[in-house]
């Protein structure tokens, strides 16, 4: 197969060529093909069409092909590949591309790309697969609603916070400083911890909640249960420390669910770790339930998709009854421009819903 080259990218006939090989591949070794098809919203020339090639090919995989489909579009073909990966890579294209070229550019870039994907069920020759692919790119374009042009980077926001209470401040002020901008470590007192976690604005990061030795076993199994019961603040580790001077935790005490209890304060350099640990925990259990979250998502899109079909049939079908019943006199016109605009827009979205099906089965 070709791989692209920045120096020319082969064209048109070469890609037809090339889509009809990757075609009888597919259909006799049961594989999958994404294709691509990528056109810049304004014509581009000269070394601004050069940049925007080299460009593309800088963002494929070596196994990818790329094509000069016509003056401002280029084709893609990328084998062994879902048409959900075919999406997540247009989407990369657009980001990547434009925040690139954008940088020199008098004019905004913005992309437009189709993306079609072929199994072993595939009945079309090469041509009839083009039309499909230039079909959805134009599907694509009306989709432009959505704007997937570059957004500035965002500043960091830390990785997680530390909520310290009954504990020196001088500890505190030293897990700063071993954190650095990973973490944001505070004091307040017992009573304001539960309204410091709830008014946290990252809803993303993990908290870690150190109950330090001033507070006696009463305030922190208290405090730990507030934390448990409350649902919003489920993304928490917390760290008991108790006070050097009392007896250790014995095992007949009730479950208070805290993570981990220490005997005493250790140096901030050994605590540190500790905390840090925490953020991984909650992380990954988060991570866990994130992504229980997404697989009930994508059922439910699936099923959705799948019954909005039905209206989506009866409303084209019913379109089609009038335009069938309706006759062309010179009053009727503009009523059967508005129907088949109508039919029209009935049709994009019955295409997008069918894509909307595809993808969440991947």
């Known amino acids: 197969m070709h791989k692209a080259s920045s120096l020319a990218l082969k064209d048109r006939d070469t890609f037809f060529e090339e889509l009809e090989r990757e075609i009888a591949r597919v259909r006799r070794y049961a594989h999958r093909i994404t294709l691509l098809l990528i056109e810049p919203e304004e014509e581009l020339e000269g070394e601004d069409l050069e940049r925007l090639e080299q460009e593309i090919v800088s963002q494929l995989r070596t196994s990818d092909s790329a094509f000069h489909y016509s003056k401002n579009q280029f084709t893609v073909i990328m084998p062994d590949t879902h048409e959900a990966g075919g999406e997540a890579a247009a989407l990369r294209l657009k980001r990547k591309i434009c925040s690139a070229m954008n940088k020199t550019l008098s004019n905004e870039l913005a992309l437009s790309i189709g993306v079609i994907s072929l199994d072993a069920s595939i009945s079309k020759d090469a041509k009839e697969v083009a039309k499909e692919l230039e079909k959805d790119l134009e599907r694509d374009k009306k989709c432009q609603a959505v704007d997937l042009k570059p957004q500035k980077e965002k500043t960091c926001l830390p990785a997680g916070e530390i909520i310290f209470t009954g504990t020196d401040q001088g500890i505190v002020e030293s897990i700063n400083s071993l954190g650095g901008d990973t973490v944001r470590a505070i004091s307040v007192l017992p009573d304001e911890v539960l309204s410091v976690m709830e008014d946290n604005d990252n809803e993303k990061s993990a908290s870690v909640v150190v109950l330090g030795p001033l507070l006696v076993l009463s305030e922190k199994q208290d ?25 250790v935790f014995s095992a007949d005490e009730p479950d208070i669910s805290c993570d981990i209890h220490l005997p005493s304060m250790p140096d901030p350099e050994l605590l540190w770790p500790i905390l840090r640990y925490g953020f991984s925990a909650v992380k990954a259990k988060n991570g866990h339930m994130e992504s229980n979250k997404l697989k009930g998502m994508l059922d439910a899109i699936g099923s959705t998709a799948h019954q909005l079909n039905q209206p989506l049939q009866i409303i084209m079908g019913r379109l089609e009854l009038l335009l069938l019943n309706m006759d062309e006199t010179p009053e009727n016109q503009e009523m059967i421009k508005d129907i088949k605009n109508i039919r029209s827009q009935a049709l994009l979205a019955a295409d997008i819903n069918k894509k909307i099906g595809r993808l969440s089965k991947y």
Do not use: A, C, H
């Open 223 to 247: 405090l730990t249960q507030k934390i448990r019961f409350n649902r919003k603040l489920g993304n928490t580790y917390i760290v008991w420390i108790q006070d050097e001077s009392m007896p």
